[in-house]
């Protein structure tokens, strides 16, 4: 029996706030852990904004790591490892691909046993990434895919033994999706009780293709003129989807609301949501959607298909289908008990099977099993 804790490292590129999904997953893990049993601290490559309005509840450091490829990165790699050593971390566990690749090498030189965490379907893959991947992987102890079909992607693009990989699907707060909603937003986005709200949560970028939303709801509004469209998140697209939504005809009912802190009480006012990316590991807005108990709309994507299953708890639509995701839309909109049967399901598969406590306590066994200590 230990006497003391096991002291557990987090180490990540940088932390942007709680604006990400991996940066959220990593607070919940923080605030759930079992502190008479595991002692954590984070160690970031990169200075932040983000990280100092955190209020993270362990002790931080920052390794002003900027340039991989540099003697200055191999020399403060170096010094993490003594760190390690020195501080007797028995495990680090890595997020993001700079840290995934830079960081195993040196972590197992400190005697520490290695995680690297896999959250998307590797769209940030070059062939020289990947190349390295499959090298560092050799110095991983465990890798956590936090779906099926980021697990069996890694298996197969990484050429990872499947007795490496883990499953640990996101886990959620459900006193969050208990917020009350915005009422504030419609009032001053001038959109009245009445008019359904279509929504989404994403950040403006390509992948993500609001686009295709845009068109879709161009359809929709044909049907139900009085409907709106509210996009919660920032990026480099917003220009050119307020240029598309104007050539569409539907710029007065598209409301663009830039980054919102907690988009629950955004949610919370929709009649159906929509997510209508074309790569998701497993979607944290998917996943909030359906805790507040909202129709919910997405591609199948990644771990898309492991939250709804089509027709039950939401609806399953191809990428670019534009003509598919429109009249999903417009069956949500015109049958409101199908709307609430889908949203009541929704909210049961994530009370189920994506709680907060249950994704801490299995990354808690995790790390037991790799230290042999008891939870």
């Known amino acids: 029996m230990r006497s003391r804790p096991i002291k557990i490292m987090y180490l990540i590129d940088q932390l942007d706030g709680a604006r990400g999904g991996t940066e959220s ?27 100092r309005q955190l209020h993270l509840p362990c002790p931080v450091s920052v390794g002003k790591i900027r340039k991989l490829l540099s003697l200055d990165a191999l020399a403060k790699l170096w010094q993490l490892s003594c760190t390690i050593r020195r501080a007797g971390v028995s495990v680090v566990h890595i997020f993001f691909p700079d840290a995934s690749i830079a960081a195993p090498l040196f972590c197992k030189l400190g005697g520490a046993r290695v995680i690297v965490s896999k959250r998307d379907m590797g769209f940030w ?14 110095f991983v102890d465990r890798i956590v895919a936090n779906s099926a079909a980021v697990r069996d992607h890694v298996a197969r693009r990484e050429w990872v033994s499947t007795k490496k990989l883990n499953v640990i699907p996101n886990g959620h707060d459900e006193d969050r999706f208990r917020t009350c909603s915005s009422v ?35 359809r929709v509004s044909e049907q139900y003129p009085s409907a709106h469209l509210v996009l919660a998140g920032e990026g480099d697209q917003e220009k050119v989807l307020r240029k598309l939504a104007r050539t569409l005809g539907i710029a007065g009912r598209t409301h663009f609301l830039g980054f919102v802190p907690d988009p629950i009480p955004v949610i919370q006012e929709c009649a159906v949501c929509v997510l209508c990316s074309e790569s998701e590991g497993l979607s944290n807005a998917v996943l909030e959607y359906m805790g507040c108990g909202k129709p919910t709309i997405s591609t199948d994507v990644g771990g898309n298909r492991e939250l709804i299953s089509d027709r039950v708890n939401g609806y399953l639509v191809e990428v670019g289908d534009v003509g598919s995701l429109a009249d999903r839309l417009i069956r949500v909109l015109s049958d409101p008990a199908l709307a609430a049967r889908l949203g009541d399901n929704a909210r049961c598969r994530v009370t189920e099977y994506f709680s907060g406590t249950k994704m801490a306590q299995s990354y808690m066994d995790l790390y037991a099993e790799l230290t042999h200590a008891t939870t």
């Open 184 to 218: 504030n937003m419609r009032k001053f986005l001038g959109i009245a009780e009445e008019e359904p709200i279509v929504g989404m949560v994403a950040n403006l970028r390509p992948w993500k293709n609001h686009a295709h939303l845009l068109e879709a709801f161009a």
């Open 25 to 51: 997953q990593l607070l919940q893990l923080l605030r759930r852990l079992d502190t008479s049993t595991f002692e954590p601290s984070v160690a970031v490559f990169r200075e932040s904004d983000g990280l």
């Open 125 to 138: 893959y070059t062939g020289a990434r990947l190349a390295a991947l499959r090298v560092i992987n050799l």
